[in-house]
Structure formats: C-alpha cells, structure tokens
C-alpha cells in the first residue's frame, strides 16, 4: 500500500490564482481530513469528510473548497490565492483499530505552498 | 470548547536525561488523547494512545483527569528521539482530532 499520498509537494502561486492540492489514500478509509500546518501554531483542520459524498467543515475552512467523490480522493481547492494561505498543507485518513475502542490518522508527506 | 495546549515550544535536553513534554486539555467528557510525533523528513505519525496505556520507544504518557494533563515522558533521552511531537484530543463524536501546537524535542549529544 502506498498509504496517503499528496500532489504536489511543492508549489508557488500568485496572489489571485487557484490551484487543487491531491490527495489520495488506497487504504479504503471512510475518514479523510486536510490540516495546515503554520510554524508555531500546530495543525488546524480545514475541512474533513466521514465518506463518499460528505464533507464538513473544520476549524479555519474559510478560502477553501473540497469534494469527495470517491472513497480514495480528497482534493482541495484553493480559489483565490492568498499570502495567509502560505502555509504546508497535509492530507490524512483514518481507521479504527482492529477491536474498535480506538483509531488512527495516518497522514501523507505534504504540500509546502507559498503564495507571493 | 475543547483545547489542547502546549506550553513548550521548543525543549532542549542532553542525551540520557529524562524527559517530560507537557500537554493540557479542555473537554468536558471522557477524553481520548494521543501523541503523535513528526521526525526530520518524516510524515506525521502516531506514537501513542491513552487508552492503549502502552509504552512506545520508551515513551509512556499518563492521563490525568483531576489536572486534565496527557504529559509524555520518557526516563532516558536518546538523540533519535530529536522531532516535532504534538499531543491531540478527539472530539465528542469522535470523527475529528484537535492538536496542540507542538513541542520542538531537540536531543543534545
């Protein structure tokens, strides 16, 4: 299994320009989720969805967009380019344990993304 | 609301010296925290869960719920040890993890 991946690892955009951040899991997950990880300020969720379909907002969604419309995709759309949106952007999905009592996140490699 | 909070930003120890990265959180339930843990040139990863009460790499973290700490621990500090750990709390319906803002580990020779 490849796990989570992410497209592209690096990217410079103007302020203005849209882009997709790919993600993709080939573990069968319901759950998938997209962080922003800002220096000194930890992992804020953006957006997240339960399954194919479902999608709902996390903490800081504003200037993003997301769909699911598979089980193994979790793209994230980013309209209008902003300075605030330079950040690194992670993708990550989600299992129970095999008895159930608990779960875990398992996240792909990163997207750095610096608007200018 | 629920918040996790860790005070340390960034935490210097030498090599063979115990070790204990601080982790509070606000919930009003029963809470169910992790650990996970982000090496140089590595994903983030999971390193451990309280209700596994397990010890990994050496690490163990205790739940306390009268001081709603998670705090990690680990007696003897080894240079591999060295990385971005964050600790993380999951929310009431359990479908999504709130992080702190991580602790910079750095192990000294």
């Known amino acids: 299994n490849a796990g989570v991946t992410q497209t592209p690892k690096f990217r410079i955009l103007k302020i203005g320009q849209s882009m997709t951040l790919q993600c993709t899991q080939d573990m069968n997950h319901n759950y998938m989720y997209w962080y922003r990880q800002d220096p000194g300020m930890g992992l804020k969720l953006i957006y997240y969805s339960v399954g194919a379909g479902i999608t709902d907002k996390g903490e800081v969604p504003n200037g993003y967009n997301v769909s699911r419309s598979t089980t193994e995709d979790f793209p994230l759309r980013l309209e209008l380019a902003a300075p605030s949106q330079t950040s690194v952007y992670f993708c990550a999905s989600r299992s129970w344990t095999v008895d159930g009592s608990s779960y875990e996140q398992y996240f792909g490699p990163g997207t750095r993304l610096t608007v200018t | 609301a629920q918040r996790v909070t860790q005070p340390e930003k960034l935490l210097s120890v030498f090599k063979g010296a115990p070790v204990e990265l601080k982790c509070n959180y606000s919930?009003?339930?029963?809470?169910?925290l992790f650990w996970y843990v982000q090496y140089s040139r590595q994903r983030l990863q999971l390193l451990l869960r309280?209700?596994s009460r397990e010890s990994i790499k050496g690490f163990t973290a205790d739940l306390n719920k009268g001081e709603t700490s998670f705090h990690l621990k680990k007696p003897f500090a080894q240079e591999e040890d060295s990385a971005m750990y964050y600790c993380a709390l999951s929310d009431t319906g359990a479908q999504k993890l709130v992080f702190g803002q991580g602790t910079r580990l750095t192990i000294n020779p």
């Open positions: 309280h209700i």
């Open positions: 919930y009003s339930g029963s809470p169910e």
